[in-house]
């Protein structure tokens, strides 16, 4: 699974992209921040508020209901400010 | 119909002769222009950087402006946003709406802009002199964004 981190999460995270095998069990967004946020104090620092953690699967925005899957880009980011 | 996402700057009066390419059905063209401010919350900006999610953002503008072209009879309309890092004064973004009447092309362009500040993956970082801070997502453009929202489209 490919996972890309934006903007202070990226910062918080200390990388842009990583790969990642989560294991089984790990299925949907929910499941999968919660698994990340258990990898260490920079995770845990970046995803702790998860009401301003956004999640796209496959570059479509995602709820904590959608299904992750081992070949899926997810991405991680902050609410989005352009304009 | 075009979406562009690009670092360089653009000429506001190039892309806004060229849309419709001399489509005569056209009566109007309504367009906003998004610039870097000066100061941000009461703090100076020196410097404001963009950074954006490749792929996705191309997707939601052509998103968004397919949406915008199904509610109003548009003939039609282009998004240039730009990344990087910009100064105050730098032009940011350019929506534009063509219809053949002012009234259709003022709503889409007021969409477009309310619609891609809530949905298109563009995150905003200033200087100021306390150091770099991330812009937070305004409650105002969620209220903004909420007045385009109609049931079948959600």
Redesign the interface.
């Given at each position: 699974m490919k996972l890309l981190y934006f903007a202070w999460i990226r910062t918080k995270i200390g990388i842009a992209e990583e790969d990642v095998s989560p294991p089984a069990g790990v299925d949907d967004v929910a499941g999968l921040i919660a698994w990340l946020k258990g990898r260490g104090p920079r995770y845990e620092a970046a995803l702790a508020n998860e009401a301003v953690v956004k999640v796209a699967v496959n570059q479509e925005f995602a709820p904590p209901t959608h299904p992750v899957r081992p070949d899926d880009e997810v991405a991680l980011f902050p609410p989005v400010t352009g304009g | 119909m075009a979406v562009r996402i690009q670092s360089d700057d653009f000429d506001v009066g190039a892309e806004l002769m060229a849309l419709g390419g001399g489509n005569t059905a056209i009566g109007g063209i309504a367009s906003f222009v998004?610039l870097v401010r000066d100061i941000a919350g009461g703090e100076a900006v020196s410097a404001m950087t963009?950074?954006?999610?490749p792929?996705?953002t191309e997707?939601k503008l052509a998103e968004i402006e397919a949406e915008a072209r199904r509610r109003w009879p548009l003939q039609d309309a282009l998004i240039v946003?730009r990344y990087g890092r910009l100064r105050p004064g730098d032009r940011?973004?350019l929506v534009a709406a063509a219809s053949a009447h002012r009234e259709a092309a003022f709503q889409a362009c007021h969409f477009l802009?309310d619609w891609?500040?809530?949905?298109?993956?563009?995150?905003?970082?200033e200087d100021t002199p306390d150091g770099p801070r991330?812009?937070?997502?305004?409650a105002d453009?969620d209220t903004a964004a909420a007045r385009w929202v109609t049931p079948d489209a959600e």
């Open positions: - | 998004g963009l950074e954006h999610y792929g996705m997707r946003h940011i973004v802009i891609l500040k809530t949905r298109a993956p563009f995150w905003k970082q991330w812009v937070g997502a305004a453009d």
